[in-house]
């Protein structure tokens, strides 16, 4: 993850919790946020040693799905012996694929198997993509034409 990106969802996250407003969502490009060398990102309770699982899990997205997005949507932030990290555990994936063949997809591993997936039907929530120079671009009401969107995560 870029140097902009983390300060920029530390202030969101900070400045969320202080004023308990958690209207908004902020994503990540996978690519950004499942940085195996990272050590400031967290997905699924695991630092680095469960990123490198679900990067193939989504690798096997994409050789089915090369017009597939996929997203990381981040929860919080957490500071253990004066190290900041955030931390997810769900992915927000755009495809053109049914969710059948999703749930296929992300069930083939039992190892990691996924706590539930399905499609996202309520868009009401403001969500904002974090891109590498920290600035914050909203999730438009057109990003979804053409794909479904649906929702995995771990528990």
């Known amino acids: 993850m870029f140097h902009k990106q983390k300060e920029t969802i530390l202030a969101l996250l900070k400045s969320d919790q202080m004023n ?20 400031f990102t967290a997905f699924a309770c695991e630092n680095l040693d469960g990123k490198q699982e679900h990067i193939s899990l989504i690798e096997n997205l994409l ?35 049914s969710l059948t063949k999703i749930k296929q997809i992300f069930h083939e591993p039992k190892d990691i198997f996924p706590s539930d997936i399905g499609e996202m039907t309520d868009f009401s929530q403001p969500a904002f993509l974090i891109n590498h120079d920290g600035s914050l671009v909203p999730v438009a009401e057109n990003s979804r034409e053409g794909y ?5 995560w771990w528990d």
């Open 20 to 39: 308990r407003n958690y209207q908004n969502s902020y994503r990540f490009s996978y690519n950004d946020f499942l940085d195996p060398a990272d050590n």
């Open 63 to 97: 050789h089915a799905d090369e017009s597939a997005k996929i997203f990381v949507e981040v929860y919080g932030y957490e500071e253990i012996n004066n190290e900041q990290f955030i931390y997810s555990d769900t992915l927000i994936i755009y495809s053109k694929l």
């Open 148 to 152: 479904f969107v649906y929702y995995c």
